[in-house]
Structures are given as structure tokens and as C-alpha cells.
């Protein structure tokens, strides 16, 4: 008998009685199920007793998919995250916690959910709680990864050139007798060890000049000239150089919807979290920066040049404001002040001289946006762009492609869209890495992505190995969040990051590697996608 027969109630058929006894079993079945879930319902909520209001939404059942808020959640959350800054805003260390250091003190598990808690979480708490990313397994992008081990049929694979002429700046300074020696100080070495393909090899070499930035008498301020918004230039006691960005937004707070990327505010903070990021990615590409609170008299204004000191002012509520002189937002509508006169700021540490041994090479970058209201950038017009720059030099062989490629992931996870051109340094040669500089205009946007920031890895589809390993590895070790937020915690404006951009930088982990997966299923071969370089051949010696 065909099996869908069973499902017709036919009064003659002899299995009749039995079929009907046993849909009276199943509904039996159901309604009980029905009342132990409604009982179980009402005793959940009863002890989660978490708002709706707070839930975010997603716009589809794939975990790894783009979190939305409802604009009534969203605003209840903003609401309630404004509560939290103005509770940190209280003198003291500040009390906005991280997810993290939440899930720390109530012993959460990654992912997990709240063991037990009778009450509404205190008003600190975030709400990213409710967000939770699952763990997406990426078993087949790990098969082509140990797959593609020793494979080096790319171009990309082997350094196009022979190897960099010098193997760090220590030797650039020692083949050129007319600069000054290196000495010993923390500045030094941080320079003497800046390399061709990293701007530092461990945080050893780097944690003196943090501890500068951060504590160091401010010696010398005045206005940078070049970029279009406020930034100085500042010289410590000691030897130590740093370009200083001041508080404009702090991270809670989004840029004007009807703004393009180009009139974003500059902001601190997203120059501290990019260097902690970059490190965290393996790259090392971006200089120190830390954050510390200026006070804008004794600091900036008594050490400042003329042409800066005459922009100060004192604002009509009492605080001491600059309005600085630059292309954009350099009026008193737009006044950076402090409170009365501490003002956050971050300092990136300076490279090594660049009218000496630091020399940079200023190159367009390829996948620049158009910086235009009304134009489209030639990569958003061509379906074969990348071909186009794959002939051209340096990004025809060796390593400036993939490193254009480890700009973009560091990118799309910091929601930097303003990457309009990239320094390397001329000592070094073309096959060396690009310096990443200027993150002022990241982590501006926590609940959207950009997925054109990835252009140059979904129209080339290259990835180096080592990087598809680090972000793999954020998939089943500690999440990207938690170490940052970890890392942030060395810096004196922690929390740094609202957990609103904690929670994105997580999925925008997922983002990269979907994307490597798609270039993947469309691939003939995994090794023309994921390119193990050469290294050793690179300095035979070491
Ligand atoms: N840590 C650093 N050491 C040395 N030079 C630096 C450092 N950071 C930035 N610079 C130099 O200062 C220039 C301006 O800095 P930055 O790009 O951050 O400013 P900006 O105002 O954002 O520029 P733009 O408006 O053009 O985007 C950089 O292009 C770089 O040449
Ligand atoms: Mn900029």
C-alpha cells in the first residue's frame, strides 16, 4: 500500500481502527507538549524578565546575518546606553562596561545567556547581552587552508622583487652615515625596529613609547598642516613626536545620516581602537596610538605656537574651547572644548623622521571612493577592475595585492570607508607593506556594514594564508570583541568602544569570511584564492 494512503480516513480499510487511535494518540501527544512549553514560557520570562523592547531583530535566520534594530529598540537602547555614559561621565574610572566585562562578572560563557537573575540587569549594563553571535563552522575554508599549505603557483606567492634592500630601519640609519645614530630611548628602538613588512614585531618594542604618549610632558603643540580637520602636532619631553586628535564624537554617538563618508568627524577614539585592532589581526601595520585626557591649558595652550593659540576662547557655559584652523569644521559652531579643560585625545606615535630614513612613498589607492556626491569610483564600474590592476605594478605580483587585501579586512571590520591613499616607505622598496595610517573615520556606524569595503577581496579574490588563519581562528578561540576589548583595557579612555561596535566587530569577522568562501565555491583552484607566501625567501638568512 502506497504510504499516503494512511493519511486518508477511509471507514472501510481494516488498519482504520488502529490509524485512528493513533491520531488521537498524536494530538494527546501535542496538546501535552503545548501546556509543558506554555509552563516553561511563562516561568522563563518570569525569571529573564528582559524588556522586549531591548531584543534586536535579524533580517534572517542565517546566525552570522547583519543584526537590525527595530527603530523602538534602537531607541530604547540608545536610551539606555546614554544613561550608562552619563553614569561614566561621573568623576572616577568609567562605569560603561563592556559586554564582556559583564559576561565576566556574572561568569557567562561565550555566547551564553544570563545563568540566573531575578531582577532588571542595573542600568550599566549593556544591552548587547541580548545579541548574540553563534559560532558559523567554516569546515570547508579550513580544508582549502591546510590544502593550500606549500602550494605557489600565484604570481602573489613569491616576492616579486628580490627581497627589500634593508632589513629594518636600524640598517637603513647604519648605511647612511649622515643621520644621526640611534640611541637607546624607547623612541629609538621603536624606530630601529620598524621593518618592511610590520612597524613592530611584539609590544616589547612599543611599550615604552605607549607609556610616553600616555604620561609624557607635552612639550611642543601646533597645527599639522596637510588632511582636511584639526590635528596637532605634538613634541613630549624626551624625544617623543605624536599627531593628536581631539574628541569630536564619542562612540555612542553616530555621524548625521545624510552625511557621506567624506564629512564625517574625525574621532579619537576610532584611532586608538584601529591600533589595537591591527595588532589584534597579526598585521602590525599601524603606529602606537594611545588615548589620554589633555588639559587644553597647561598642555596645548601654553605650549602652543602662535598661529594655534590664537583660536582659543572660553564659551559662553565657562569651558575652555580651540577652534584650530583647517579645511572643514574649524569654526566656533564647531569648537572642540573641554570640561572645563580636559579634553580625551588620542596620540599616535610618530615614524621615524620622513625628510630622513623614514622617507614615505604616498601611493592612490587602487579601490578609493570617488569622494564625490555624485560619482561613481572606476572599481564600482567595471566588473573586471581588479584584472585591470593586476597588470599594473606594484599589484602584478609579490605582495602589495595582499596587503591591499589586509587593508580592506581591517577596514571592513572598523567600517573605514576613507582609505583614499596609503604611504610606504621608500627605503624599502615596492616590495614592502603599506603603512596604516589615518583611522580617524572608523567605527563610525555600530549597526550597519559597508560590504564595498571589501571590493579588493570579492573582485580579486586573494587572500593571504596567514590572514584567512587569524580570522579562522577568531571563529573558535576567543572572539575578536573579547580581545579587544581586553587590549583596550591597557588604554586611559577605556572603555573606548561602545559594545554596540564590540558586537560588529564580530560579525563583521563573518562578513570577510563569507565573502573568501563564495571566491572559493567559484574557484578552479584554492590556491589561486588563498596564497601562501614565500616568506623565507624573502631573508634567506634569518
Ligand atoms: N603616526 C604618524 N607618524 C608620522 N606621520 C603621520 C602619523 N600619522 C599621520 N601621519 C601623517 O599625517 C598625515 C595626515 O594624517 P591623517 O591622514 O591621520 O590626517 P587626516 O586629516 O585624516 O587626513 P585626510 O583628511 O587627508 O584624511 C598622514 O597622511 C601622514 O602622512
Ligand atoms: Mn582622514
Same mark, same amino acid.
Given at each position: 500500500?502506497?504510504?499516503?494512503?494512511?493519511?486518508? =480516513? %477511509?471507514?472501510?480499510?481494516?488498519?482504520?481502527?488502529?490509524?485512528?487511535?493513533?491520531?488521537?494518540?498524536?494530538?494527546?501527544?501535542?496538546?501535552?507538549?503545548?501546556? @509543558?512549553?506554555?509552563?516553561?514560557?511563562?516561568?522563563?520570562?518570569?525569571?529573564? $524578565?528582559?524588556?522586549?523592547?531591548?531584543?534586536?531583530?535579524?533580517?534572517?535566520?542565517?546566525?552570522?546575518?547583519?543584526?537590525?534594530? *527595530?527603530?523602538?529598540?534602537?531607541?530604547?537602547?540608545?536610551?539606555?546606553?546614554?544613561?550608562? @555614559?552619563?553614569?561614566? $561621565?561621573?568623576?572616577?574610572?568609567?562605569?560603561?562596561?563592556?559586554?564582556?566585562?559583564?559576561?565576566?562578572?556574572?561568569?557567562?560563557?561565550?555566547?551564553?545567556?544570563?545563568?540566573? *537573575?531575578?531582577?532588571?540587569?542595573?542600568?550599566?549594563?549593556?544591552?548587547?547581552?541580548?545579541?548574540?553571535?553563534?559560532?558559523?563552522?567554516?569546515?570547508?575554508?579550513?580544508?582549502? /587552508?591546510?590544502?593550500?599549505?606549500?602550494?605557489?603557483?600565484?604570481?602573489?606567492?613569491?616576492?616579486?622583487?628580490?627581497?627589500?634592500?634593508?632589513?629594518?630601519?636600524?640598517?637603513?640609519?647604519?648605511?647612511?652615515?649622515?643621520?644621526?645614530?640611534?640611541?637607546?630611548?624607547?623612541?629609538?628602538?621603536?624606530?630601529?625596529?620598524?621593518?618592511?613588512?610590520?612597524?613592530?614585531?611584539?609590544?616589547?618594542?612599543?611599550?615604552?613609547?605607549?607609556?610616553?604618549?600616555?604620561?609624557?610632558?607635552?612639550?611642543?603643540?601646533?597645527?599639522?598642516?596637510?588632511?582636511?580637520?584639526?590635528?596637532?602636532?605634538?613634541?613630549?619631553?624626551?624625544?617623543?613626536?605624536?599627531?593628536?586628535?581631539?574628541?569630536?564624537?564619542?562612540?555612542?554617538?553616530?555621524?548625521?545620516?545624510?552625511? =557621506?563618508?567624506?564629512?564625517?568627524?574625525?574621532?579619537?577614539?576610532?584611532?586608538?581602537?584601529? /591600533?589595537?585592532?591591527?595588532?589584534?589581526?597579526?598585521?602590525?601595520?599601524?603606529?602606537? @596610538?594611545?588615548?589620554?585626557?589633555?588639559?587644553?591649558?597647561? +598642555?596645548?595652550?601654553?605650549?602652543? +605656537?602662535?598661529?594655534?593659540?590664537?583660536?582659543?576662547?572660553?564659551?559662553?557655559?565657562?569651558?575652555?574651547?580651540?577652534?584650530?584652523?583647517?579645511?572643514?569644521? &574649524?569654526?566656533?559652531?564647531?569648537?572642540? &572644548?573641554?570640561?572645563?579643560?580636559?579634553?580625551?585625545?588620542?596620540?599616535?606615535?610618530?615614524?621615524?623622521?620622513?625628510?630622513?630614513?623614514?622617507?614615505?612613498?604616498?601611493?592612490?589607492?587602487?579601490?578609493?571612493? !570617488?569622494? !564625490?556626491?555624485?560619482?561613481?569610483?572606476?572599481?564600482?564600474?567595471?566588473?573586471?577592475? &581588479?584584472?585591470?590592476?593586476?597588470?599594473?605594478?606594484? /599589484? %602584478?605580483?609579490?605582495?602589495?595585492?595582499?596587503?591591499? @587585501?589586509?587593508?580592506?579586512?581591517? $577596514?571592513?571590520?572598523?567600517?573605514?570607508? $576613507?582609505?583614499?591613499?596609503?604611504?610606504?616607505?621608500?627605503?624599502?622598496?615596492?616590495?614592502?607593506?603599506?603603512?596604516?595610517?589615518?583611522?580617524?573615520?572608523?567605527?563610525?556606524?555600530?549597526?550597519?556594514?559597508?560590504?564595498?569595503?571589501?571590493?579588493?577581496?570579492?573582485? &580579486?579574490?586573494?587572500?593571504?594564508?596567514?590572514?584567512?588563519?587569524?580570522?579562522?581562528?577568531?571563529?573558535?578561540?576567543?572572539?575578536? !570583541?573579547?580581545?579587544?576589548?581586553? *587590549?583596550?583595557?591597557?588604554?586611559?579612555?577605556?572603555?573606548?568602544?561602545?559594545?554596540?561596535?564590540?558586537?560588529?566587530? +564580530?560579525?563583521?569577522?563573518?562578513?570577510?569570511? %563569507?565573502?573568501?568562501?563564495?571566491?572559493?565555491?567559484?574557484?578552479?583552484?584554492? !590556491?589561486?584564492?588563498?596564497?601562501?607566501?614565500?616568506?623565507?625567501?624573502?631573508?634567506?638568512?634569518?
Amino acid at each position: 500500500m502506497a504510504r499516503h494512503e494512511y493519511l486518508v =480516513f %477511509d471507514l472501510r480499510r481494516p488498519g482504520r481502527v488502529r490509524r485512528y487511535q493513533d491520531v488521537l494518540k498524536m494530538i494527546l501527544i501535542a496538546v501535552g507538549c503545548l501546556s @509543558v512549553g506554555l509552563h516553561i514560557a511563562v516561568l522563563f520570562r518570569s525569571t529573564f $524578565d528582559v524588556p522586549c523592547a531591548t531584543t534586536l531583530h535579524r533580517t534572517d535566520t542565517e546566525p552570522w546575518a547583519p543584526w537590525t534594530a *527595530s527603530s523602538e529598540s534602537r531607541k530604547s537602547s540608545s536610551d539606555q546606553l546614554l544613561t550608562a @555614559v552619563k553614569h561614566a $561621565d561621573k568623576p572616577g574610572r568609567p562605569v560603561l562596561r563592556s559586554p564582556l566585562a559583564h559576561r565576566r562578572r556574572d561568569g557567562l560563557k561565550f555566547g551564553g545567556q544570563v545563568k540566573s *537573575s531575578t531582577s532588571l540587569p542595573p542600568p550599566d549594563v549593556p544591552l548587547n547581552d541580548a545579541v548574540r553571535l553563534e559560532r558559523k563552522e567554516y569546515k570547508a575554508l579550513w580544508r582549502h /587552508y591546510k590544502a593550500t599549505a606549500n602550494i605557489s603557483s600565484s604570481p602573489y606567492a613569491r616576492p616579486k622583487q628580490s627581497i627589500p634592500p634593508y632589513r629594518n630601519m636600524a640598517a637603513v640609519y647604519a648605511a647612511n652615515k649622515s643621520y644621526p645614530a640611534l640611541g637607546s630611548s624607547v623612541w629609538d628602538r621603536f624606530h630601529a625596529g620598524v621593518g618592511p613588512y610590520q612597524l613592530y614585531e611584539s609590544t616589547s618594542a612599543i611599550d615604552g613609547v605607549i607609556k610616553d604618549l600616555q604620561t609624557a610632558a607635552i612639550k611642543r603643540a601646533e597645527m599639522k598642516d596637510g588632511g582636511t580637520q584639526l590635528k596637532l602636532f605634538i613634541e613630549f619631553d624626551g624625544s617623543g613626536k605624536a599627531l593628536f586628535k581631539p574628541l569630536r564624537l564619542n562612540s555612542t554617538q553616530e555621524d548625521n545620516p545624510n552625511h =557621506f563618508y567624506f564629512n564625517y568627524f574625525e574621532r579619537h577614539y576610532s584611532e586608538i581602537a584601529a /591600533y589595537h585592532l591591527d595588532r589584534i589581526l597579526g598585521f602590525h601595520r599601524a603606529p602606537p @596610538v594611545a588615548g589620554r585626557h589633555v588639559n587644553l591649558i597647561t +598642555d596645548i595652550r601654553n605650549k602652543a +605656537d602662535d598661529n594655534l593659540r590664537e583660536t582659543f576662547y572660553i564659551s559662553p557655559a565657562g569651558n575652555i574651547c580651540l577652534t584650530g584652523s583647517c579645511k572643514y569644521y &574649524c569654526d566656533t559652531s564647531h569648537g572642540l &572644548c573641554g570640561a572645563p579643560e580636559l579634553l580625551p585625545a588620542s596620540f599616535s606615535a610618530f615614524l621615524p623622521e620622513d625628510e630622513g630614513p623614514g622617507l614615505r612613498m604616498t601611493w592612490r589607492h587602487p579601490w578609493r571612493r !570617488s569622494y !564625490s556626491r555624485s560619482k561613481l569610483a572606476p572599481w564600482e564600474m567595471d566588473s573586471n577592475y &581588479c584584472g585591470l590592476i593586476k597588470t599594473i605594478e606594484p /599589484y %602584478d605580483g609579490g605582495r602589495r595585492m595582499l596587503d591591499i @587585501v589586509d587593508m580592506a579586512v581591517l $577596514d571592513y571590520i572598523a567600517n573605514n570607508l $576613507d582609505r583614499h591613499h596609503y604611504e610606504t616607505f621608500y627605503e624599502f622598496g615596492n616590495e614592502s607593506s603599506p603603512i596604516h595610517l589615518d583611522h580617524g573615520r572608523s567605527f563610525n556606524k555600530a549597526n550597519t556594514d559597508e560590504p564595498t569595503i571589501l571590493a579588493p577581496l570579492y573582485q &580579486c579574490c586573494l587572500i593571504r594564508r596567514s590572514t584567512l588563519k587569524r580570522l579562522l581562528d577568531l571563529t573558535h578561540g576567543p572572539r575578536l !570583541s573579547e580581545l579587544l576589548d581586553l *587590549s583596550l583595557q591597557s588604554d586611559l579612555l577605556y572603555p573606548v568602544l561602545s559594545p554596540a561596535h564590540l558586537n560588529a566587530v +564580530d560579525r563583521r569577522v563573518y562578513g570577510v569570511l %563569507d565573502v573568501i568562501d563564495k571566491c572559493l565555491t567559484d574557484a578552479t583552484n584554492p !590556491s589561486n584564492v588563498i596564497i601562501q607566501e614565500d616568506v623565507n625567501a624573502y631573508f634567506p638568512s634569518s
